[in-house]
T-cell receptor, first 114, second 115 residues
Framework: AQSVTQLGSHVSVSEGALVLLRCNYS??????LFWYVQYPNQGLQLLLK??????LVKGINGFEAEFKKSETSFHLTKPSAHMSDAAEYFC????????????FGKGTKLSVKP | NAGVMQNPRHLVRRRGQEARLRCSPM?????VYWYRQLPEEGLKFMVY????????ESGMPKERFSAEFPKEGPSILRIQQVVRGDSAAYFC?????????????FGPGTRLTVL
């Protein structure tokens, strides 16, 4: 069965610092992986997705993630944090098979200090 | 607005009442997913529907919950005889193809509070 673990429910960085949000997955089939961002009282917005093409995936707002099969990881990074990046970030994997049901991690809340 | 629409945005019900949550997918999308988000938790899959068909309801509680996506009109998530534990944010997402690589576009959610 597929699952996702996000290490660290809260991460705090200073403005301009590197952002690193960790995601490890477990999957019995080649995974398709997604990162979504949720701002307060809003829905989820797709940042990027991995669908077995390039292992380094670039997304919106300067974020990128690298799929590492040997480490079963799909960590999200951004070189320089901005105040507007403060939000909750969710890693997700599809449930396997042909359907797109997503299995989400518990989320990581990112705070950005001035 | 071409995005996923959900209404109402906030819904308050007393225990024992019924809650109806509506979701209009993006234009051209015929695949709809419902997820529930409990406080301090990630989203949990509930049900996947195509027009007039329930494809996967493995995440739906066995009692009191039902969903439909009629040929015309929005998808409806219905919760009968609500209890306090049903208080959560309910999100709808739609996709074009329903495939596992397909992007799901999320609505703003309905926040249900049961008194």
């Amino acid at each position: 069965a597929q699952s996702v673990t996000q290490l660290g429910s809260h991460v705090s960085v200073s403005e301009g610092a590197l952002v690193l949000l960790r995601c490890n997955y477990s999957s019995s089939v080649p995974p398709y992986l997604f990162w979504y961002v949720q701002y307060p009282n809003q829905g989820l917005q797709l940042l990027l997705k991995y669908t077995s093409a390039a292992t380094l995936v670039k997304g919106i707002n300067g974020f990128e993630a690298e799929f590492k099969k040997s480490e079963t990881s799909f960590h999200l990074t951004k070189p320089s944090a901005h105040m507007s990046d403060a939000a909750e970030y969710f890693c997700a994997v599809t449930s396997g098979g042909s359907q797109g049901n997503l299995i989400f991690g518990k989320g990581t809340k990112l705070s950005v200090k001035p | 607005n071409a995005g996923v629409m959900q209404n109402p945005r906030h819904l308050v019900r007393r225990r024992g009442q019924e809650a109806r949550l509506r979701c209009s997918p993006m234009k051209g999308h015929s695949h709809v997913y419902w997820y529930r988000q409990l406080p301090e938790e990630g989203l949990k899959f509930m049900v996947y529907l195509q027009k007039e068909n329930i494809i996967d309801e493995s995440g739906m509680p066995k009692e009191r919950f039902s969903a439909e996506f009629p040929k015309e009109g929005p998808s409806i998530l219905r919760i009968q005889q609500v209890v306090r534990g049903d208080s959560a944010a309910y999100f709808c997402a739609s996709s074009l193809l329903g495939a596992s690589t397909d992007t799901q576009y999320f609505g703003p959610g309905t926040r249900l509070t049961v008194l």
